[in-house]
T-cell receptor, first 108, second 115 residues
Framework: RKEVEQDPGPFNVPEGATVAFNCTYS??????FFWYRQDCRKEPKLLMS???SGNEDGRFTAQLNRASQYISLLIRDSKLSDSATYLC?????????FGAGTRLTVKP | DGGITQSPKYLFRKEGQNVTLSCEQN?????MYWYRQDPGQGLRLIYY???????QKGDIAEGYSVSREKKESFPLTVTSAQKNPTAFYLC??????????????FGPGTRLTVL
């Protein structure tokens, strides 16, 4: 079993839609969590950190549920430019574990 | 501009050859990491270094070697012992590699193809 698991998708949504991704992690000792965005053939870029109390950055909202060991990302009012692969990340003592990513395509 | 760079962007190698991928950062970050990414898969950790002159194996270190002689540099050598080296290689750095790992910043990657 992978340490961080995500639904690979693809999620195909129209512009303006709200879409949510979930991610589960198996290491209960994980302390920090992140969402990264990766465009095709590019490097991952940090989208946002995920805090226990939940956090929002514009159209993006991240939630953490430690009891159930899952992380979520909500994107509201989807834009064409949101099309990318979203990687869920959980940290271990000295490194990070990346999910395989969820692919999102936003269509006109 | 502070950042992390990798070179070359594309690299072609014949079977049996060793190649070295460059990774340089001027963010003054202590920790550096090497990952490989294969199509449809997540990033897999090859090696990481928390401080100069120290590094540890990740999950898939066989067939790879690294050095960390300077804080800003963490080159990766793909040796002929690596059976399936064709992949996208990503270098990353973070402020520190201690417990409660900080976010990592990635270089643009090197796409290695073995012919």
């Amino acid at each position: 079993r992978k340490e961080v698991e995500q639904d690979p998708g693809p999620f195909n949504v129209p512009e303006g839609a709200t879409v949510a991704f979930n991610c589960t992690y198996s290491n209960s000792a994980s302390q920090s969590f992140f969402w990264y965005r990766q465009d095709c053939r590019k490097e991952p870029k940090l989208l946002m950190s995920v805090y226990s109390s939940g956090n929002e950055d514009g159209r993006f909202t991240a939630q953490l549920n430690r009891a159930s060991q899952y992380i979520s990302l909500l994107i509201r009012d989807s834009k064409l430019s949101d099309s990318a692969t979203y990687l869920c990340v959980a940290t271990r003592v000295r490194d990070m574990r990346f999910g395989a990513g969820t692919r999102l395509t936003v269509k006109p | 501009d502070g950042g992390i760079t990798q070179s070359p962007k594309y690299l072609f190698r014949k079977e049996g050859q060793n190649v070295t991928l460059s990774c340089e950062q001027n963010l003054n970050h202590d920790a550096m990491y090497w990952y490989r990414q294969d199509p449809g898969q997540g990033l897999r950790l090859i090696y990481y270094s928390q401080i100069v002159n120290d590094f540890q194996k990740g999950d898939i270190a066989e067939g790879y070697s690294v050095s960390r002689e300077k804080k800003e540099s963490f080159p990766l050598t793909v040796t002929s012992a690596q059976k399936n080296p064709t992949a996208f290689y990503l270098c990353a750095c973070s402020i520190s590699g201690g417990y409660g790992v900080n976010e990592q910043f990635f270089g643009p990657g090197t796409r290695l193809t073995v012919l």
